[in-house]
């Protein structure tokens, strides 16, 4: 990370610094969108009421999306630009560790930027990305918001979807996908609509919910399913809610 960024990783903004960095890189790129900055900026606010940390609700959140991904027939990792820009090779490795699909999913969808987020995730080490085909549809969205891959997000019976729009949240779930939502903000639709809302900085979660696969791979499908069905949602939604009330901010 250091030699990207011309500031100590001691420094107490190290992390928000490099984040708006790779954002702005991303930018550039091609690989991010203009409104991506301005979701980085929302994002950032509700990390520092947080207290820029995964909370204790959120690891449980994140080993639940594992053994959720592990558990699942057709996984998919569903990428935009802000997270192609924040957490490529970690999307890989998180794919690696649970055999999920990566799919390039755009609010804002244009071929250019397709096609330099699916050259971003190879240069990281993805073999098979998804979305470039987009033959599928979400039922209830206007045309371009709503396409898919059919082998991708249109047959997965799990979807992550980091930082995803209210509104293709809502249609996934009414698609009878179980959904796992990475969003800091704990009252964003797609927080809302989510089986497993995780209130955590994608720079955060995604990591640690490789960590969380590696170590629940050999588990039985009866252990998985017990991890899956002791989660509550709404709880989860509220312990990030009331850390953000009485939170230390750093
Ligand atoms: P809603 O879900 O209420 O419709 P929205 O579609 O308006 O929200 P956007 O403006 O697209 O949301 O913002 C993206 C969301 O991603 C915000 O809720 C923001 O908190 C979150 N976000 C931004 N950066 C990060 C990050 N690095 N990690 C996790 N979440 C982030």
Avoid: C
């Amino acid at each position: 990370m250091a030699e990207e960024l011309d500031v100590p990783e001691s420094h107490p903004r190290y992390e928000s610094l490099f984040t708006r960095h790779r954002i702005e890189e991303g930018v550039e790129k091609g690989i991010t969108s203009k409104q991506g900055l301005i979701a980085e900026g929302r994002g950032e606010a509700f990390d520092y009421l947080l207290g820029e940390r995964t909370i204790e609700s959120a690891d449980e959140a994140e080993r639940v999306a594992a053994a959720h991904l592990l558990l699942a027939d057709n996984p998919v990792l569903s990428v935009n630009g802000n997270v192609a820009a924040l957490v490529p090779g970690e999307i890989v490795e998180l794919a690696a560790a649970t055999g999920a699909d990566i799919e390039v999913n755009l609010f804002n969808r244009t071929d250019e930027r397709m096609e330099a987020i699916d050259d971003h995730l190879r240069e990281h080490g993805a073999r098979n990305v998804k979305g470039l085909a987009g033959d599928g549809r979400i039922p209830g969205l206007d045309h371009e918001r709503a396409k898919v891959d059919a082998d991708g997000i249109g047959s997965a019976d799990v979807v992550l979807v980091p930082l995803e729009d209210g509104d293709r949240a809502e249609a996934l779930g009414e698609m009878g996908k179980t959904e796992i939502v990475i969003d800091l903000n704990p009252l964003s639709r797609s927080a809302q609509v989510a089986a497993v809302p995780i209130v955590d900085n994608v720079l955060r979660a995604v990591p640690n919910i490789t960590v969380h696969a590696r170590e629940l791979a050999d588990e039985s499908d009866a252990t998985l399913e017990a991890i899956v069905d002791g989660f509550d949602p709404d709880a989860a939604l509220q312990a990030a809610e009331q850390a953000i009330r009485s939170g230390s901010p750093q």
